[in-house]
Antibody, heavy 117, light 113 residues
């Protein structure tokens, strides 16, 4: 069965940058659209960004548009999220999730991003 | 954006008894292709979310048959026929019809009485 493993989280100051990665294994990564979803501490789920299998279609939540960039490298079975100009409200666990038979079929274990001075 | 409203937000249940969670959308979730893109997710304490149900009533692989989804248009329900201890957690509905963005309900916390 497929597996998704996020990495790259950590503590960053407001205004700083961070790049998250998601390594996929056990399934044909280049077939599937991918997403980033986040969860602030003690809060619910918020969809962040979507990228199609061939990177031709990309969407962002309004809350991150202009600051975050999603990308993927199908040769490396990897998904990325470049996060710039980070704000306190971006503090969350960030999950990558694949769209297989429907939306958000498989999820990783998440990586924590903390924005604080 | 489509607003998803769940009720109740907290659901204490007795082991072995049924449980039901309601999810309402601010617009019909019937898509032009005839499908209704309403999903349910379970998040156990300390774990990442797991999809249980997709397109209203289709159980994902490995999901026990005590979980069932129903509904149409703007009103949807997740039912657990007999609650077990491992069902404790937060349940979210999510719509994928009018996107971007995908939108989630606030979550319903299921706990054992």
């Amino acid at each position: 069965e497929g597996q998704l493993v996020e990495s790259g989280g950590g503590l960053v100051q407001p205004g700083g940058s961070l790049r998250l990665s998601c390594a996929a294994s056990g399934f044909t990564f280049n077939y599937y659209p991918m997403n980033w979803v986040r969860q602030a501490p003690g809060k619910g789920l918020e969809w962040v960004s979507y990228i199609s299998s061939g990177s031709t279609v990309i969407y962002y939540a309004d809350s991150v548009k202009g600051r975050f960039t999603i990308s993927r490298d199908n040769a490396k079975n990897s998904l990325y999220l470049q996060m710039n100009n980070l704000r306190d409200e971006d503090t969350a666990v960030y999950y990558c999730a694949s769209d297989g038979s429907g939306h958000l079929e498989h999820w990783g274990q998440g990586t924590l991003v903390t924005v604080s001075s | 954006d489509v607003v998803m409203t769940q009720s109740p937000l907290s659901l204490p249940v007795t082991l072995g008894q049924p449980a039901s969670i309601s999810c309402r959308s601010s617009q019909s979730l019937l898509y032009s292709d005839g499908n209704t893109y309403l999903n349910w997710f379970q998040q156990r304490p300390g774990q990442s979310p797991r999809r249980l149900i997709y397109k209203v009533s289709n159980r994902d692989s490995g999901v026990p048959d005590r979980f069932s989804g129903s509904g149409s248009g703007t009103d949807f329900t997740l039912k657990i026929s007999r609650v077990e201890a491992e069902d404790v957690g937060v349940y979210y509905c999510m719509q994928g019809t009018h996107w971007p963005p995908y939108t989630f309900g606030q979550g319903t916390k299921v706990e054992i009485k």
